[in-house]
T-cell receptor, first 113, second 115 residues
């Protein structure tokens, strides 16, 4: 069965510091990977996605993630975080038209001044 | 373009009652998925509808059901509510079925509290 593991439930970091949120997936077939962000009392918003092609994907607000097939990972990184990045981040995997998204348990990023 | 709209946003029910939640997808989107979000279990897939047909179903008891109408609006129903059904229920819409279109658009959720 496909699963997604987010290794850290909470990540505290100071403003302007770099951050990495880790995500590993298990799958024996081709997989699509996503990062979603959830701000308090809101739904989930897509941050970035990997469907095919370049293994490094970027979002418009400075986050990036790299698909690593050999390590079955899709870690999210940002070189310098802002207070406004405080939110919960979810990694998810899908198998295209044959299935739904499977989410990790989430990582709460807390950016301190 | 209006986003995904879920109603009601908050509701309180007692054990044994039933509840119906509504979701209006983004105009033109034909797929609607439902997820349950709880602090302990995270986000768990309930079911997906595409063109009024249930395409996928998660591992939930039969008390959880759903449907989709011809205008793509969807409802989910939970009967004989239990305390453990307290959760945020999220609806998401997408253009096509499954995840190969790359993005699910989520509503803000319906927060159900069962007393």
């Amino acid at each position: 069965a496909q699963s997604v593991t987010q290794l850290d439930s909470q990540v505290p970091v100071f403003e302007e510091a770099p951050v990495e949120l880790r995500c590993n997936y298990s799958s024996s077939v081709s997989v699509y990977l996503f990062w979603y962000v959830q701000y308090p009392n809101q739904g989930l918003q897509l941050l970035l996605k990997y469907l095919s092609g370049s293994t490094l994907v970027e979002s418009i607000n400075g986050f990036e993630a790299e698909f690593n097939k050999s390590q079955t990972s899709f870690h999210l990184r940002k070189p310098s975080v802002h207070i406004s990045d405080t939110a919960e981040y979810f990694c998810a995997a899908g198998r295209g038209s044959q299935g739904n998204l499977i989410f990790g348990k989430g990582t709460k990023l807390s950016v301190k001044p | 373009k209006a986003g995904v709209t879920q109603t009601p946003r908050y509701l309180i029910k007692t054990r044994g009652q039933q509840v119906t939640l509504s979701c209006s997808p983004i105009s033109g989107h034909r797929s609607v998925s439902w997820y349950q979000q709880t602090p302990g279990q995270g986000l768990q897939f309930l079911f997906e509808y595409f063109s009024e047909t249930q395409r996928n179903k998660g591992n939930f008891p039969g008390r959880f059901s759903g449907r989709q109408f011809s205008n793509s609006r969807s409802e989910m129903n939970v009967s004989t509510l239990e305390l453990g059904d307290s959760a945020l229920y999220l609806c998401a819409s997408s253009l096509g079925a499954g995840t190969n279109t790359g993005e699910l658009f989520f509503g803000e959720g319906s927060r159900l509290t069962v007393l």
